[in-house]
């Protein structure tokens, strides 16, 4: 993977984890302005994952990495992101795919007694595309 330096994320946390990824999945966004988009395509997209707590576990992970890398990889790599259950009712832009990653990654977070948090979503569509997806305080839990 080609080294990068992201978009950085202010926070007080003691520990920041910066998880990078990539997987390769085909989409399609059918509408009239996604011009030829709306044709079947594919990509490899790169993602960066920045989350950052002050307790670690009993191991001494914010969270292992092995397990962030099975939620998002495992998720996607080599499918149709239409099919996949998440974009039911909705196309999946690179927008989506981030709030999408967030969201499973936050999830396994608030499974975990240290209180973590992912702060950063980072994906990149292309060479000359990406999103960074950062949530709101409210979007966390307690």
């Known amino acids: 993977m080609i080294q990068q330096i992201y978009p950085s994320v202010a926070h007080d946390f003691r ?6 990824m990539h997987f390769a999945a085909a989409h399609f966004i059918p509408h009239e302005a996604a011009g030829v ?5 594919g990509h490899t997209y790169f993602v960066n994952v920045t989350i950052a707590g002050d307790e670690l576990d009993e191991v001494g992970f914010l969270i292992d990495f092995k397990e962030l890398k099975r939620a998002i990889h495992g998720a996607f790599d080599h499918t149709v992101m239409n099919d996949h259950p998440a974009f039911t009712n909705m196309y999946p832009t690179t927008e989506r795919v981030a709030a999408y990653i ?4 936050q999830q396994k977070l608030d499974d ?6 992912c702060l950063q979503v980072f994906v990149r569509e292309t060479p000359t595309s990406y999103i960074c997806y950062r949530p709101k305080a409210s979007d966390f839990r307690g």
Not at 37 to 41: P, Q, T, V
Not at 102 to 105: E, N, R, T
Not at 112 to 117: D, E
């Open 37 to 41: 988009c709306a044709n079947m395509h």
């Open 112 to 117: 975990k007694p240290n209180g973590a948090r």
């Open 15 to 20: 520990y920041e984890l910066n998880k990078d």
């Open 102 to 105: 967030w969201q499973a990654v």
